[in-house]
């Protein structure tokens, strides 16, 4: 091919480039499109074709990675350049204000940036050279995943920068969103494919990101809102004048950031945005109040986990009132019946909700809820929907008390209510058909027999196909059996039944939690293995000898005692005895003497182990796992995204916070120093000081 050719390929390529890069900040950021999307699709198509042509002019931040690639993504770990650190929050004005108090006794009087907070995902950018490098999500904050090809196919992030006083290399955060559009799509689709739905816009965002197929996130409409830059040299001194800048430069920052002087200024900001927020097509949770000026960031300074001169203000959990149309009755794996509500569809915090948990006859009967009320029904923490009360105003006349279920919804049987709990049980273990296929699923779970290939609904295709009726007929299974039936096929049969081979050597703690024997968890399980060292000396034991196990008390007793007490319950067990599975448990040795006499709670998410991967270390050097944070527990190992009410409880209870890196240092035999409560630290860490002094946070 003629030289001079190529270089009109290179410069037509270049120049569809340039003009779709245009047209995507035109359309996605600014709001202004120019022409139309056929138009926009053509120069798309023309650009693919000279690409796929020319591969010599391949270039990572095309316009053409908008549309992804089926390629798998396996996501590797990458560190934050500067750290990632959360927000302090509080749902009062009254504290809002304290914090106002605060900041102004120690700077004096400054001004303050308003800002919607998104309710999404954490995303970190790398540009440098004004184009983009990598994408990050915030991990434990100072790790997370690479997931720079997934957040490539975003219409709204900019793959390269225009403008001045860019610098060389910086990093801008801030959230990838679902618009209510998208998950509104998006869950239609998956009902109408049978899969389950996303609870929400927050959870469909986080789990489109890490799709291993970029493919999939293109089709699926996420969108990017930024602010905050991190860098060595950013152009202004401000935060609201840097984030003006961005703004220039191509990203999409939010117009309703306002500049505010004083607490009336912030409490009206406030005030407008819990109403106007219904509006938005994305998902809001509340209000950032940031001080602007980085001279007084870094008078300020941190805490160990937060700056001292930002805040989120959360709105408070959003009501709507709507008819109670019937209540149905739920029945889980261990026979508990839970009562659910529905509901006439009403929009609430931005999805369509048409069911609500009631939790138990008790509650019904407090609240009174009669089928045909008007009801108020609320989110809580913008997520569950429940039932907080009822519009007596507005009953209809001849209403009667509503009587709770007194035989079980599926098989008819008598239900009982065990002292002690709120709940009302079937007792018909054995023939209650979502009891059995719940005690199969949860055998199968990763966490217990770890039988990959095997979801809910092939489970219940197998039962109903008549080749399961417990979890003992798995090992009974047979490649060709599974290789005809709808969705599986040869492959599928085979994976499926090298899993279940596989499962015979998971160790003897994870078959006595995969039992599904009720109040028996992971812990448990493990401390019940550990004092009894076989399933046969467990199931000999007398409740007064079970409850020598540590953390068995006499409920658990009486449970494990009932549960070894039913003979249907023992034949499964002989059985999966016959096929081989682990009832012993074997010599542990220890990899050293690190935590010994520690107890840890794990809670949240880590960018470098999974929390089963964490309470094994702990294990193994000798320490001790606790499901819940009380006086008995040293250390609290705290991740993303961890519950606030842990966290509370552990400051409250003195319990040492700490990281997973400081976790991993005691291991090595370093003494972690903790992590007191924010409030009560005045530790400025040095990756946070180097943040302040670079005009940088989360």
Known sequence: MPSQYNTTAEERINALRRELERHNRLYYVDNAPEISDFDFDAMMRELQQLEAQYPQYADPNSPTVRVGSDITNEFQSAEHRFPMLSLGNTYSIDELHEFIARVEKEVGQTSYVCELKFDGTAISLTYE??????????????????????????????????????????????????????????????????????????????????????????KRGLACTLYQLAGDRLPAESHSANMQRAREWGFPVSEHMRICSSREEIDSYIAEWDQKRHALPFPTDGV??????????????????????????????????????????????????????????????????????????????????????????????????????????????????????????????????????????????????????GRIIHFIRRKAMNIDGLGEETVELLFESGLIKDASDLYDLQAQQLAVLPRLGDKSAENIIRSIESSLEVPFHRVLFALGIRFVGETTAKYLAAHFASLDAVMSASPEELTQAEEVGGKIAESIADYFADQNNIRIIERLRRAGVQFTAQERELRSQALAGLSFVISGKFSDHSRDELKELIEAHGGRNLAAVSANVDYLVAGENMGPAKLKKAEKLGVKIISETEFAAMITGAEPAGTPAPEQSDDKPQAAAQQAEQGSLF
């Open 129 to 218: 050279n004004g184009q983009l490098r990598r994408a990050v999500t915030r991990g434990d904050g100072t790790r997370g995943d690479d997931v720079t090809a997934n957040v490539r196919t975003i219409r709204n992030v900019p793959l390269r920068l225009e403008g001045s006083d860019i610098p060389p290399l910086f990093e801008i955060r801030g959230e990838i969103l679902m618009p209510y559009a998208s998950f509104d799509r998006l869950n239609a689709e998956r009902e109408a494919a049978g899969e389950p739905l996303f609870a929400n816009p927050r959870n469909a965002a986080a789990g489109t990101l890490k799709q291993q197929s970029s493919a999939v996130v293109a």
């Open 288 to 437: 950032v109040i940031k001080v602007d000026r980085y001279a007084d960031q870094r008078a300020l300074g941190f805490t160990s986990k937060a700056p001292k001169w930002a805040v989120a203000y959360k709105f408070k959990a959003e009501q709507a009132l709507t008819r109670l149309l019937s209540i149905d009755f739920q029945v889980g794996r261990t026979g508990a019946v839970t009562p659910v509500a529905n509901l006439e569809p009403v929009l609430l915090a931005g999805t369509t909700v048409k069911r609500a948990t009631l939790h138990n006859a008790e509650q019904i009967a407090l609240l009174d809820i009669r089928p045909g009320d008007e009801v108020y029904v609320e989110k809580g923490g913008e997520i569950i929907p429940k039932i907080t009360g009822v519009e007596l105003s507005r009953r209809p006349a001849g209403s009667k008390p509503f009587e709770y279920a007194a035989v079980c919804p599926e098989c008819g049987t008598p239900l009982v209510r065990y002292e002690g709990e709120a709940k009302h049980y079937c007792p018909n273990q054995s023939g209650c058909r979502p009891q059995i296929l």
